[in-house]
């Protein structure tokens, strides 16, 4: 994108704001305690608009041996070997109370372990917890089995164990490898641990294995942040997440250290990312949406192009239309009628599981205007255009008339050159706005302008 000097300035000045990364809609933070385990138990029972069966199935392991200074996930810090042991039978007795719950035979196309850091259990609990899962929840064949792993804690056993149970797509945490950037954020991983764990896995027949990085973290410079890209480019991943840093003091209080160092401003954040979009654009990386870059040939790439693309908590995926579960403390489940998540707290958790009940602490279930709005949303952050005829033929209304709310923000977006208005109602994003996206996608969220007047910080900054 080509911008007369001082417009990204002038751009950026009008649209840093704080706003959700659209995980969801309504975000999380909407979410209530009102819609707790028994609303969550009859949503499960129900099948209302579901497509057949099919699960995607999301397993939290929360355990990590460091604490990355960056990090505002859920994770419990800890080199105590009796916390893995308990949780494993604690989320083999979730898994089967889940299923008791859910109407039919669901089958598993799709399942994903995140955290913290799912290799921080020993190759040995990775295959009993592959087995509790496999009982209740049995995977179809040729399902997307799918892993986080970090290259400073996962060895050649790990990765065997993971193959043995069928997973094949493994993504490995890299963050930035320029060592200055590593030691502000606590997290010190030499390019040799990162490449040879890639080489081992594909050796070992994972298909896929690609790399999650984030900009925007202390010292980072173009320079810097270019040596990294050259060296993730010679490492040649299938899939990368370029995620930018979210600074949420209030859920992360470490990473107030930052304040002290060099974080970028947003100026600088906006060309890391520009230039990250144009090395990988010309390495022959697809960018599939707001921070997700795949080969052409990969299938998050091939769902992007068959417009099946599905953004959900985990970021880009593909199989929209399936139910995803959500199991493990801070997992969340997404129906076609509610969101919920279990509690964070592992004790929580833990309580609530062992005493034969769901672990719902929070939740919302989709009112009308709801689903309207995440539909648009969801094509927007998804394939960045929100067409008239693909709306009118899931709700059989006219957008433009539905969601005219969005207009007046959308009129001055256009006029900034961000998105372009149709007659018929259809909005697309343009180049340019594609570096706006959440801008773009918060013209649509009702609830947003009374998060903002309440003055209570949720968000992380757009750009
Ligand atoms: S970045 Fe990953 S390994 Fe580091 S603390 Fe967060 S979840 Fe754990």
Redesign the pocket.
Known sequence: VDLAPGRLEELLARYVADGPRYTSYPSAPVWTERYDAEAFRADLAAREGTEGEALSLYVHVPF?????H??A?N?V?TRRPELPARYLETIAREIELVREALDGAPRTTQLHWG???PTHLEPEQIRRLHRALGETFPTEPGAELSIEA?PRVTGEAHLEALRECGFRRLSL?V?DFDPRVQRAIH?LQPVQQTASLGERARRLGFESVGFDLIYGLPFQTEASFAATLDTVVALAPDRIALYGYAHVTWVAPQQRGFERHDLPDPPTRLRLFALALERLLRAGYVHVGLDHFARPADALARALRERTLRRNFMGYTTQAGVRLLGVGPSAISELPTAYAQSARDLEAWEAAVRAGRLATFRGHRLGPDDRRRRFAIARLMCHGELAADEYRAEFGSEVARDLASARPALAAQAADGLVRLEEDGSVRVTELGQLFLRNVAMAFDAYLPEQQRSGRRVFSRTV
């Open positions: 990590c041996r460091s604490l990355c960056f990090c996930c994770r810090v955290g913290g850091t970090d945490g963050q997290r």
